[in-house]
């Protein structure tokens, strides 16, 4: 009985996602084939990617809102030097990731040397590099990209999506970060009770910026594989994204007290509202109200998380 | 049920995973009497007593009350049957004035759902100066200090008309005048019928206070007896399971090079502070609560800012402005305040353990896991810290394990200069006993060590010199061999 108790707690919202694969799968036969899982792992690695990173920043005891502003500001930056003929690849590449790295730098100042609450500052990070995306691409979508950018969106190595590949790329770094690495140690640390970690020789300030820029960076990459996936950069992509993150951290476990919290769960969350999505669509579920069975899908998966938790 | 009793426990068992945190206990407690409960660290006292007031549900074992059998399933049902408690671990509200604190949930109203600020005002200035001391109850909660806040939630404890108060180490934060009025408090309870049940790991004032004694170990009831049968050597004798030699075992070393020395330094709290201490030297730092001891140190650590002074290191001259710089010129802190700068509560023993000296266990920033966990075990036993395992939440240590597991953090770095802040808060009389043993080879070993502590008899037994801090300054510098009680409290008092 205890035992099973210990298991469920552990293991609870891992459970949680197989029974609703096994509820599509049983619904929907389609859903359990290997071509719609790809599909399933396609869509999510944009929303994961962000959720990895927003993982970093919620442990750190912060919150990042701007996510999907950044997503569409460094796609319109990654395009609009991604034509063809313009540049090497890796031109579009760095001018996205710097343009996130930069975005992560200048929430992280705020908040550590401005002492502003992270919720305002990266509130209003998410409107101005939205206006700035706007301003960027004249309020139009940047077309016309290279083939060689757009096969990080669209491209298949060894048979499996780009997309996919780089998600489970940003997992096991980002496992390792957390796990392994001092700076990782810190984040939980500095989460947990940034007085005792100061107190411990901890450079806390430091520590945050640190997940800022990882947040915003992977907000880059994000940006960088949609835009290649829809051929476009686009200034109106990305909206409330931040939330899907967020929601999929949260239900993975994550505090959002900060000091505590996984990758595993973060993924597993991403996976649950990815598999939510797509079966819905499947079982062909009108989008208004697929989005009240979503909300009550994410609290009650939380819930049950919580309760056996206890 | 036995009606001589206002409370009675038997069979009280609790467990949580990987601990049997209580055995078959039994506890009975009569009204108008002061019930001392006794034990080591993480014996179970808490545990039980978070069981009478609601806190945590027992596995099995009941509970009568007046005769009664009661179970209360939330701390609510338990105040409204007559429990009270001050809690080891004080929960304020920080945002919160006093008086809010004080009246929480049963603030006055002018109508229901409208308070009556200034009967919430009046009744807790009443409460809070019925206790002796001066604290403005407009005040937050988190601009007190330690002792201010215990003293806070004592009022607070005392307030609601409880007929059984539970009084959870209430004294470890505070000094012997505030405890003197604690014990007229207590006595003109006791006077009206209520029944106090008081832990804590302070032998002479339990010996003082208390009617009867009951001791635990291992969450096991050991033994109940009339306190006035009772002398400190029994006592001791009963809760260690077996007698301890000269607790102070303190030999003194022929004082090396100043390793650290301050001149005329200045804070917000305290002024012109000079003074310096010797390898192998301990350094004792007495005075009353808010006099700025601990200011002073945390200035030193880089916590707080400094307005002017200087600080040398082996006579050369530094600027600390952070705790990570002082900890790299050698200086460790070990903080009062465990939960607010001392330990990262959510986070497991082994973390916090590493915590401040993770680049010993770890090869360019990666973590070597394996070092790791051995470095963490070697210093569970070092300092006999009483958990499952390495990687238990240090959230769910007994209030003493957790103290041991601050100075097993600050203690790996190995610092030549050791600050301690009431280094024995909240620690049994055992692992006490360890501590001083402890502190004793590092001076012998050579380092520079800081004892602030507002138990004179750890002040009198430990230190080679003394420096009286009187409202932030130093007002007198006393040899080991010329202190007394008498003559700290003198220097001491305002
Ligand atoms: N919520 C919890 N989860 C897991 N273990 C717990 C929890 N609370 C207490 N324990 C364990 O139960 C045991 C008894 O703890 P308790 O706090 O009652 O000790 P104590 O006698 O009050 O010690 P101290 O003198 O240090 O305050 C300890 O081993 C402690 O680690
Ligand atoms: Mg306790």
Redesign the pocket.
Known sequence: MILAKNYLSKYGILIALLVICIILSVATPYFFTVQNLVIVLRQVSVNGILAIGVTFVIIAGGIDLSLGSVVALTGVAAASFAHPGAYPLIVPLLMGLLTGVLAGVINGLTITLGKVAPFIVTLGMMTMTRGLALVWSDGRPVTNLSPAFNFIGGGDLLYIPVPILLFVLVIIVAYILLNYTTAGRYIYAVGGNEQAARASGIRVNAVKMFAYIICSGLAALAGIVLAARITTGQPNAGVAYELDAIAAVVIGGTSLLGGRGTVTGTVIGVLIIGVINNGLDLLNVSSYYQQIIKGVIIIGAVLIDRKNGK | MNETYLLSVQHLSKS????K??DDVHLNVEAGKVHAVM????????????ILIGM?EPDSGNIYFKGERVAFHSVHDAIKAGFSMIH?ELLPFPDLTVAENILMGREPVVFPGWINRKKLNMASLHLISRLGVSIKVNRKMKTLSVAETQMVEIAKAISNNAEVIIM??PTSAISQKEVDILFGIIKDLTARGIAVIY?S?KMDEVLQIADTVTV?RD?KWIATQPASGLNKEALINMIVGRPLDNIFDKKSVPPGEVLLSVKALSGDYFSDISFEVHAGEILGIAGLMGAGRTEIMRAIFGLDKIRSGFIYIKGKPVRIKSPGQAMDLGIGFISEDRKETGLVLSSTVRNNITLGALSICSNNRFIDKKKEAKIADEQIRKFNI???GRN?VV?????????KVVLAKVLLRNPEVIIFDEPTR???IGAKAEIYKMMTALAAAGKAIIMISSELPEVLGMSDRILVVREGKISKELKAEEATQELIMEYAMV
């Not at chain 2, 949580?16 to 601990?19: I, K, Q, R, S, W």
């Not at chain 2, 034990?39 to 978070?50: D, F, I, P, Y």
């Not at chain 2, 959230?395 to 103290?403: A, C, I, P, T």
């Open positions: 949580f995973p990987g601990v945190a209580l034990g080591e660290n993480g014996a179970g006292k808490s545990t039980l007593m978070k945590i080891q959870d180490e832990i790991h635990m969450g009483k958990t499952p238990q959230n769910y240590l007994s209030g003493g394990n957790q103290q909240g620690i049994d």
